[in-house]
């Protein structure tokens, strides 16, 4: 498999509102250090030469070197600021990319994604152009219409997750049509731009870390692993 140039834009725009807190979550402190960090040290593990690409809101910026200060050596990224909603923050984290390169857009309070679903994203996407890890959803499911709501099979159904992770080639071109509202991650970018998603099992330990329950849950599981 040949080897190609690697960026991870890693997408810090939240407001923590969810989370009660003065500071944004995901520089909120983890077992010691910033949400923010367990995800760059897991793609930095990965792949050493990986080009980071933090965006964050422009009165957030300060405290990337909270973030890169957690690191024991030197790590060196690029900081962007962010836009108006997800699309134009990933649209901004995607200008310094190369061509013929393969891009992992994450989600900075995704800590607990480990080396080994990045590295599969990482191969999936050269060998396909996409990678989009989504797990089976557990539970019953019903869609609600009006004032009454139906079963549906969930055998049929997906949580997505990310790193979502494409061929610059094929992401970046994505990234120059307009705005949609129905743009809710990259993989609906890609699909309205005429692309084929592709799907890779993700993990059940990547979660989303919104509210304090989940930094609680964060926290455990960080610690099982140390």
């Known amino acids: 498999?040949?080897?190609?140039?690697?960026?991870?834009?890693?997408?810090?725009?939240g407001k923590g509102l969810r989370m009660g807190s003065a500071?944004?979550?995901?520089?909120?402190?983890?077992?010691?250090?910033?949400?923010?960090?367990?995800?760059?040290?897991?793609?930095?593990?990965?792949?050493?030469?990986?080009?980071?690409?933090?965006?964050?809101?422009?009165?957030?910026?300060?405290?990337?070197?909270m973030v890169l200060q957690a690191f024991p050596e030197r790590i060196d990224a690029e900081i962007v600021a962010g836009g108006e909603s997800r699309y134009h923050s990933v649209q901004n984290g995607l200008k310094?990319?190369?061509?013929?390169?393969?891009?992992?857009?994450?989600?900075?309070?995704?800590?607990?994604?480990?080396?080994?679903?990045?590295?599969?994203?990482?191969?999936?996407a050269v060998e396909k152009g996409s990678a989009i890890p989504a797990i089976a959803?557990?539970?019953?499911?019903?869609?609600?219409?009006?004032?009454?709501?139906?079963?549906?099979?969930?055998?049929?159904?997906?949580i997505v997750q990310t790193p979502q992770t494409f061929l610059s080639d094929l992401i970046i071109p994505a990234f120059r049509q307009d705005y949609n509202a129905s743009f809710t991650d990259e993989a609906t970018v890609a699909e309205a731009?005429?692309?084929?998603?592709?799907?890779?099992?993700?993990?059940?330990?990547?979660?989303?870390?919104?509210?304090?329950?989940?930094?609680a849950v964060a926290e455990a599981l960080l610690n099982l692993k140390m």
Request: with cysteine; net charge neutral; hydrophobic share 40%.
């Open 193 to 215: 731009f005429g692309l084929k998603v592709h799907l890779i099992e993700g993990e059940r330990n990547n979660i989303k870390v919104t509210t304090p329950e989940d930094m």
């Open 96 to 124: 310094p990319v190369h061509n013929d390169a393969v891009v992992f857009i994450h989600d900075g309070v995704r800590p607990l994604v480990s080396t080994e679903l990045i590295r599969r994203c990482y191969e999936q």
């Open 137 to 158: 959803v557990k539970d019953s499911m019903r869609v609600v219409e009006g004032e009454t709501s139906k079963a549906i099979d969930r055998e049929q159904l997906r």
């Open 23 to 65: 500071v944004p979550k995901q520089f909120l402190p983890l077992c010691g250090k910033p949400v923010l960090y367990y995800a760059i040290h897991a793609f930095k593990s990965a792949f050493p030469d990986i080009q980071v690409i933090m965006v964050l809101p422009k009165e957030h910026i300060s405290y990337a070197q």
């Open 1 to 13: 498999m040949p080897d190609k140039e690697k960026y991870l834009v890693i997408v810090a725009g």
